[in-house]
């Protein structure tokens, strides 16, 4: 289960673009993860490549990219109050970005006052991510989010289904999301892909080519 007895990213292609969510779904957990952190440049595949644009540096792929809620990986500590939660991220960000430097400046402006002293364990679905997705979206630099597994907090996906979408279209800011997901929303008619396990055949083909993420073939490794 944990990379050693089979792939964690099967040999996969996979194209994402600007404006658009693209879902994939793997029934595991750490598949999703591992997926999660190549498609961020977060983890290097064994092989293949991951690419942004006209570029594969993966230094590039990780300054214009955020991973979002990765179980795990950076998921909010649950003792965490979103306040102290809001200060170790806008800490992150290039110090020339930092317009607001005071939490409770920021959650003022962006309208999570209201959530400012609740935990992060606290926060309804919905609202943790969107919490998580405008914190991303402070640097200016990122125009990919990677959301891992946002289905795991509960079985309705219109508590992030809609948000990742309107998110994607946003005219004012356009952004290439993929999320990793555990099983399609029935109401989904967009761009999927599966991970494969390595005994089972691929149920959902990615869609041909329009721009600007790719992954091939990240093989087994440890997270």
């Not at 977060?42 to 979002?68: C, D, E, H, N």
Request: aromatic share 4%; net charge negative; with cysteine.
């Amino acid at each position: 289960m944990e990379g050693r007895h089979y792939d964690l990213v099967p040999a996969l292609d996979l194209e994402a673009s600007t404006g658009s969510l693209l879902l994939a779904v793997g029934d595991i957990q750490p598949q999703r993860t591992a997926l999660a952190l190549t498609l961020s440049a977060r983890m290097k595949p064994s092989s293949g490549t991951v690419s942004w644009g006209q570029s594969s540096k993966l230094s590039q792929l990780r300054k214009r990219s955020a991973l979002i809620d990765s179980p795990g990986v950076n998921e909010p500590e649950q003792h965490l109050s979103v306040k102290d939660l809001v200060t170790e991220d806008l800490a992150l960000i290039p110090r020339r970005y930092r317009g607001i430097r005071h939490a409770g400046d920021w959650l003022k402006v962006n309208s999570f006052k209201d959530i400012a002293d609740s935990l992060a364990e606290e926060l309804p679905s919905q609202r943790r991510l969107e919490l998580l997705c405008t914190l991303a979206l402070a640097n200016p630099d990122v125009d990919l989010l990677i959301v891992d597994s946002p289905d795991r907090h509960g079985p309705h996906s219109q508590n992030w289904l809609p948000q990742l979408v309107a998110l994607a279209q946003d005219k004012g800011r356009p952004l290439c999301i993929v999320a990793t997901v555990s099983q399609l929303p029935e109401e989904w008619t967009g761009k999927a892909v599966r991970i494969d396990n390595p005994t089972e055949a691929a149920e959902t083909e990615p869609e041909p080519a329009e721009a600007t993420a790719t992954a091939a073939e990240a093989e087994s490794q440890e997270l």
